[in-house]
């Protein structure tokens, strides 16, 4: 009798956990995002929660949770229920710099998220004003070189992607510029257009405006090579050799969330993300669609870990 006992458990078990899995979601699933509606983490976000939200036939809620780099969004999702149901939207910042920025972080950014999948990669663009004795990124190099601390280029807060990326290009190129730090993307570029700095790194969407008034020129992409909305501009590459800079946007779960709804959330992020329609709206704004597994998103993480925490280092960068 007990022996039949047994095997009726393990057969429950055997049946149990998948069914589980497949019943996930059936109820509202909430994507978290520590940064402010209207960037591109937020857009990423938005058409992955309508994607999903179609898919499964279930709310999708975004909830925007700002504050300390992202830090506080970050944090939030790490102590959540690790069932799936509280999702974190990272960016560059709160998932792969934060760990060496912040002397005192409250989560680990690598051990305390199973993570699902990224989702876009991009580079972002250097731009100076029209009216700037800058000709090129060539020019910027021999005129940084000539004059240390001569050029000041805008953030939007310690730590962020311009920061970090143009903090590895002073590194790698042998140039000293010096950050100027905003609360924000949006009044970076503001401190640019005002003459208060010399020159900026921005995701191109939110350059593109300014780019295509005439009141700001671009100078160089920090990706290995040209963008196809804007061709002519070249990459770092072409004059730092090695240099490459991506930011990137991820979709993390709390650690322990169970294999099978991590599977799940990762099959079905791609579907959504495959969609010709969402596909188009990222590639107007220079953002590529670059899924890949949750082992190879682990992988990938440790090492933008690793590659930010040396340029960190060097840099001698804290946040405030």
């Known amino acids: 009798?007990?022996?039949?006992f047994t095997c009726f458990?393990?057969?429950?078990?055997?049946?149990?956990?998948?069914?589980?899995?497949?019943?996930?979601?059936?109820?509202p699933v909430r994507i978290v995002i520590g940064f402010a509606a209207g960037g591109s983490v937020d857009l990423v976000g938005r058409l992955l929660g309508k994607g999903l939200s179609e898919l499964w036939g279930q709310p999708v809620i975004i909830e925007n949770k700002l504050g300390a780099g992202g830090t506080i969004a970050a944090d939030f999702v790490a102590k959540a229920p690790p069932d799936g149901y509280t999702l974190l939207l990272g960016d560059i910042s709160n998932t792969a710099v934060a760990k060496s920025l912040f002397k005192v972080l409250p989560y680990d950014p690598l051990n305390d998220?199973?993570?699902?999948t990224r989702l876009v990669s991009?580079?972002?663009?250097?731009?100076?004003?029209?009216?700037?004795s800058v000709n090129g990124f060539n020019d910027l190099l021999v005129q940084a070189k000539a004059s240390p601390g001569k050029f000041r280029y805008s953030t939007g807060g310690p730590?962020?992607?311009?920061?970090?990326?143009?903090?590895?290009?002073?590194?790698?190129?042998?140039?000293?510029?010096?950050?100027?730090?905003?609360?924000?993307?949006?009044?970076?570029?503001?401190?640019?257009?005002?003459?208060?700095?010399e020159f900026s790194a921005s995701s191109i969407p939110t350059a593109k405006a300014?780019?295509?008034?005439?009141?700001?020129?671009?100078i160089a992409v920090t990706g290995k090579k040209a963008v196809s909305s804007m061709p002519n501009v070249p990459p770092i590459a072409a004059h730092i050799n090695g240099y490459e800079a991506l930011a990137f946007h991820g979709l993390h779960a709390p650690a322990r969330t169970p294999a099978q709804i991590i599977q799940k959330l990762?099959?079905?992020?791609?579907?959504?993300?495959?969609?010709?329609d969402?596909?188009?709206?990222?590639?107007?704004?220079?953002?590529d669609v670059s899924t890949m597994s949750s082992s190879e998103f682990t992988i990938y993480m440790g090492q933008q870990i690793d590659q930010w925490a040396r340029v960190v280092a060097t840099g001698k960068i804290q946040a405030d």
Do not use: C
Not at 1 to 4: P, V
Not at 266 to 276: C, G, H, K, L
């Open 1 to 4: 009798m007990f022996k039949r």
């Open 9 to 27: 458990l393990v057969l429950f078990y055997a049946v149990a956990l998948p069914v589980k899995a497949q019943e996930f979601p059936s109820k």
């Open 113 to 116: 998220f199973t993570h699902v």
């Open 122 to 132: 991009f580079p972002l663009v250097l731009v100076v004003p029209s009216n700037s």
């Open 159 to 197: 730590g962020t992607s311009p920061h970090i990326f143009l903090e590895m290009m002073n590194q790698m190129g042998g140039i000293k510029t010096d950050a100027v730090h905003y609360k924000g993307s949006a009044p970076a570029i503001a401190g640019l257009l005002s003459g208060d700095i």
């Open 210 to 218: 300014q780019i295509d008034g005439g009141r700001v020129r671009a």
């Open 266 to 276: 990762n099959a079905d992020s791609a579907t959504v993300m495959q969609r010709p």
């Open 278 to 287: 969402i596909k188009r709206q990222l590639e107007q704004g220079s953002m």
